[in-house]
């Protein structure tokens, strides 16, 4: 039972790693910005010092400078809205990286559970999981 279990969580793994770099590497939002203010706003948050308390902070900034500002973020929402436009594409990095996560949560806690001496502590971890698991699952059919 407990080689089942590592090899769910091994398969979970490696969907998770293959579906997150799948979905990085396909592509996302890219923003692109260049300019002096650009530079200025750099400037700023490089010189920014969270400690202190100065109503006002100049910054002298001439020149040019680039920016470019990535991420990939879909809700539950998106991703279904996706399967059913049968853009696979897009789905199923999606899919395979939350599968993947869900999958590793929930065998690699139900593996503790089986290979733990405590009991006790390994039905709390497997507990805890399955109930965020159910939780993803009840929140991805709402949305």
């Known amino acids: 039972m407990l080689l089942i279990l590592i090899s769910l969580a091994i ?3 490696l969907l998770l790693i293959v579906g997150a770099a799948w979905l990085l590497g396909s592509g996302g939002q890219s923003e692109r910005r ?3 203010e650009v530079g200025e706003e750099i400037a700023a ?4 010092d969270e400690d202190d308390e100065s ?3 100049a910054t002298a900034f001439k020149g040019q400078a680039k920016s470019v500002e990535t991420g990939v973020s879909y809700s539950f929402r998106e991703i279904k809205e996706e399967v059913r436009a049968g853009r696979w594409k ?3 990095p999606l899919l395979m990286a939350v599968g993947g996560f869900l999958g590793l949560l929930l065998f690699g806690s139900l593996a503790l559970l089986v ?3 405590d009991k006790l502590v390994g039905a709390l971890i497997a507990g805890i999981a399955i109930f965020t698991v159910m939780r993803v699952m009840v929140g991805m059919v709402r949305a």
């Open 45 to 48: 948050e490089l010189l920014q």
């Open 90 to 92: 897009t789905a199923a």
């Open 11 to 13: 398969i979970s793994v």
């Open 115 to 117: 290979a733990l001496d």
């Open 55 to 57: 109503i006002y902070q």
């Open 34 to 36: 260049e300019g002096a």
